[in-house]
């Protein structure tokens, strides 16, 4: 989303929450003395960009849900998971691997990527009109949804007094539950509606607001999705449905793509959407990356679905069946907003006291 203008001190708040005990109960979690600093990160500029604008949002979106006080931090990279979320203490915390950030901003912006050379003309076209670059636009979506997807956890374990959770996505926890798969498929479900409101944000700055600049928009944010699952994440090359404590990422794809294609068709409804050429150009996009990055496979997610797509299909309908009758999940309050950057911008006038977080003042 646009810039924004707010200045969190990322080593103030974490140095509050290690002094306040916090960390004291979360030694089974693997995150106890893995709070990353990146003060003397090469990457520095970019962890305290996407921390001002993600602590803002959080910041936001407690605000506007009445949530408990939610706060982000980053972990080193020696912790065996990409993302943790869940109550502890009394506040709610959403911990991003350091490579989360490294990764992506490495996959997208550190390669020979230029408008000029690109194969993919419509990308050429669209250049002028994004006030971001594309490999810039494409880590902020595939960022965004990994902690929108946090946030739904949040947002599921709001009413729960219990320990921070795990998450793990490597696909390799070999316990099942129905009620895991159905808790990935609702956060996925929020992580999909960031996108869609993150995405439209930005259409809506364009240079040139047109149909096509927002197909181009849309296929960059379907793109930044088969990133997360096959580059970030790691794809199982096993199919399997009731295994482990994740959906398969090729069943997590395909309902992603179809509660996307759901949000943009419902929130802009006067625009004539081609959803099969978006998805094309996502595919061509990701492939795109792909090879810039010495990787010139086919995608998995593409070799499996053309197999077992039927399967796929049924047990997203199971899915999407149970969640139905499943209390405190985000897809079941239709009332929840999405953010937007005039939300944002309009809570941080409000809200000065955030510039510097006591994290005291939330710790009994």
Sequence with gaps: MPQINTNFNYEVVVTDVINSGLYKGLESSGIYDRVYSYKNDPLKSR?????????????????????????????????????????????????INSKVITKTDGYFTNVNFHTKRTKLKYLVEAENTFYNSIPS??????????IAHEFGHIIQSSSAKA????????????????????LEFDADWRGACHLVGTSLDYWQYCKRKTNQSLEVIISMAVASVLFSFEELIGFPQEFYLAQTSHPHHSVRIRYILNFLKALYVSNVPKQDLDWELILDRAFDIHREFRELNGNCTTSVYQNITSEKSDE?????????????????????RPGLPNITYEMIESLIQKMPKYTNIDMTTFIK
């Design 47 to 95: 962890f305290q960009e996407f921390y001002n604008n993600w602590q803002t949002a959080l910041c936001s979106w407690e605000s506007l849900l009445g949530i408990t006080t939610c706060r982000l931090i980053f972990l080193d990279n020696k912790v065996q998971f990409n993302a943790v979320a869940g109550p502890c203490e009394g506040i709610s915390l959403i911990g």
């Design 137 to 146: 636009l494409m880590a902020d979506f595939c960022i965004g949804f990994v």
């Design 163 to 182: 320990t921070i959770v795990k998450r793990e996505y490597s696909g390799s926890v070999p316990a099942f539950k129905m009620s895991d798969h159905i």
């Design 312 to 332: 796929i299909d049924r047990y997203i309908f199971t899915l999407s069946q149970y969640a139905k009758g499943t209390p405190n999940l985000c897809i079941n």
